[in-house]
């Protein structure tokens, strides 16, 4: 039981902080999938984009019970990061972007206002 509250709670700090993210000015960059650690209740992917030229790194927490995902690695996705504060961001897997021609068709497409990201009870 104690176990279960604090990964219920962990989700729920992480799932704020994102929302409030995406609430926020954004940016997107494309973010490069290194490396990734993984426990029985969550993984920590680590990414890597850049922004204005300058490199920069994140983890993503993803929460469930014995995930391993050796077929994320090397692989691009969004990134969302806070317009001012580029070290606050999200890799957003929903969205697989290959060249940096998908991500200005996204930027087009999205100016600003991402997508909501894909909770169970999303962020409202």
Not at 82 to 95: I, M, R
Request: glycine share 6%; net charge negative; proline share 6%.
């Amino acid at each position: 039981m104690l176990l279960f509250s604090v990964i219920l709670t962990g989700c729920k700090k992480e799932k704020n902080r994102i929302c409030e993210l995406y609430d926020s000015p954004v940016g997107y960059a494309v973010g490069f999938i290194e490396d990734y650690e993984s426990s029985a209740v969550k993984v920590h992917y680590t990414y890597s984009y850049y922004v204005d030229s300058i490199s920069y790194a994140g983890t993503e927490k993803v929460y469930g019970l014995w995930k391993k995902d050796t077929d994320m690695l090397g692989r691009s996705f969004l990134v969302v990061y806070a317009l001012g504060e580029p070290l606050n961001s999200d890799l957003n897997t929903d969205h697989s972007l290959t060249t940096e021609m998908d991500l200005q068709q996204f930027t087009d497409e999205h100016q600003g206002s991402p997508p909501p990201p894909d909770f169970p009870n999303r962020c409202r």
